[in-house]
């Protein structure tokens, strides 16, 4: 259960949401994209009231989400998984756009690939791809880094930060590994038993907070 949740991204920021295992954290990214329900409070983007909107229209305003564990089709191949997000876009664009491509390489050659033969860092690639495709103003990722390989971790730190400085895109970031948070979000969030429990600027995360809170 969700308590008092009071949380502000600022516009092209990086912002990271860190808690143990079970405090919340799933269940705020999913009331914001519309998959729960909130009993009250507010949910906006750029002003607009989000409550009570369906998902798909939060799609359409702006919003795309990077669930845990990826979801991508495994059955179709990686191009065909991407050409999901068209359906999502208001200007009708009908190709990929290749901005897709040259932020993940990797897509285009295996464009005829099955999703779920890529490994694990390249389908998390896809589906960040596949959410880029809608072209958002506010990704939300949930735990992108999980089981990933260093250099891809290192590669999706990068995408994101040049997201927010060449598209002036909002992301919000479900992230338990330290070091990322460090080196890529401006601001955090910590939950605890379904409340946010500290907020603050990156560089002002202490060790206090890492052992009264994220360690395990």
Do not use: W
């Amino acid at each position: 259960m969700l308590r008092g949740i009071d949380v502000d991204v600022p516009a092209e920021t990086i912002v990271s949401l860190m808690g143990r295992n079970g405090v919340g954290k799933t269940t705020l990214m999913n009331n914001i994209v519309g998959l729960l329900k909130p009993s009250s409070g507010s949910i906006q983007i750029e002003g607009k009231e989000l409550v009570g909107v369906a998902t798909h229209h939060r799609i359409r305003a702006g919003l795309a989400y990077v669930p845990q564990g990826r979801m991508i089709f495994p059955k179709l191949t990686v191009e065909e998984n991407l050409r999901v997000g068209l359906s999502a876009r208001t200007d009708k664009l009908t190709q990929i756009p290749d901005e897709i491509y040259e932020l993940f390489p990797i897509l285009k050659e295996m464009g005829s690939r099955m999703g779920g033969d890529l490994s694990g860092g390249q389908q998390q690639q896809l589906a960040i791809g596949r959410a880029l495709v809608t072209d958002p103003k506010v990704l939300i990722l949930d735990e992108p880094t999980e089981g990933i390989q260093p250099n891809i971790i290192q590669q999706i730190g990068t995408v994101l930060r040049q997201l927010v400085e060449t598209k002036r895109m909002t992301i919000l970031i479900v992230e338990q590994y330290l070091d990322f948070v460090r080196e890529f979000c401006q601001r955090f969030y910590i939950m605890n038993r379904g409340e946010i429990v500290a907020h603050d600027e990156t560089n002002a995360l202490s060790q206090n907070m890492i052992r009264e809170y994220l360690s395990v």
